[in-house]
């Protein structure tokens, strides 16, 4: 059977939209946070989506660094605000979704 989320995501594909917060996903999916991760990972396995994780000035929450990896260190970059030391909590996840 599937899924509120696989639904979400064969008609979003006909969208221009090519970018999705989980959140998003979250509002209407009757499901936990966990389920949902558990979900985007085995979205991202069979190459339907792929996950980032964007890191966001946490004073003026302008996008400074997309990894592919969730960051288990602090990392430091560059705003308009100054140099920003971004913790693993400034960083947001984020899905491509992939034709
Ligand atoms: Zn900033």
């Known amino acids: 059977m599937q899924s509120n989320i696989r639904k979400w995501i064969k008609k979003t594909k006909k969208s221009p939209v090519k970018y999705f917060y989980p959140t998003a996903i979250l509002k209407f999916a009757k499901i936990s946070k966990d389920q949902l991760v558990q979900e985007l990972k085995e979205l991202e396995t069979v ?35 100054g140099e ?12 491509q979704l992939i034709k």
């Open 47 to 81: 190459g339907i989506i792929k996950i980032f994780y964007e890191g966001r000035c946490p004073d003026c929450f302008r996008e400074l660094k997309t990894l592919s990896e969730f960051p288990d260190k602090n990392i430091t970059v560059e705003c308009v605000c």
């Open 84 to 95: 920003i030391e971004l913790t693993p909590d400034n960083f947001f996840t984020k899905c």
